[in-house]
């Protein structure tokens, strides 16, 4: 059991965010089946996400604590740190995933992680640029 769990540890800590289930593939980062790369793929972009907005709800929860309305923003940024991903990156991680199967190739466990934190980081540079707003 301890085998295990070190394992699972080392899995994660190396960009291996999807833990392989069979004890063989322990040198092996690809991701060849489909919900292996989309999991892989969400799963960064719904930790890159909550790392990107944690900061944010820190900071405006201890700028916005003693303002009559604006103490609940924490809240809605937080949420949408979570609401976010949920809803948009399930589809465009599928959608990663998806053309990676269709055109037969494996993802390795670095480009999970380069897709899940470049879907967040589009997000966000979208939000600060303001582009929607010019529409």
Not at 20 to 40: A, P
Request: proline share 3%; glycine share 8%; with cysteine.
């Amino acid at each position: 059991m301890q085998e295990n769990e070190i394992s699972f540890i080392q899995q994660i800590l190396s960009l291996n965010l999807v833990p392989k289930t069979n004890g063989t593939q322990r040198g092996n980062n690809t991701l060849s089946d489909f919900s292996g790369m989309w999991c892989g793929v969400f799963l960064w972009t719904a930790v890159s996400s909550l790392v990107f907005h944690l900061p944010a709800a820190l900071l405006s929860l201890a700028t916005l604590r003693q303002h009559k309305t604006a103490r609940f923003m924490p809240l809605a940024i937080l949420l949408m740190g979570i609401i976010g991903p949920l809803c948009g990156g399930v589809l465009t991680s599928a959608a990663i995933a998806g053309v990676y199967k269709a055109a037969g190739k494996t993802m390795i466990s670095l480009e999970a992680f380069i897709f899940g934190v470049g879907q967040s980081f589009c997000v966000v540079f979208i939000s600060f640029v303001r582009i929607l707003a010019t529409l």
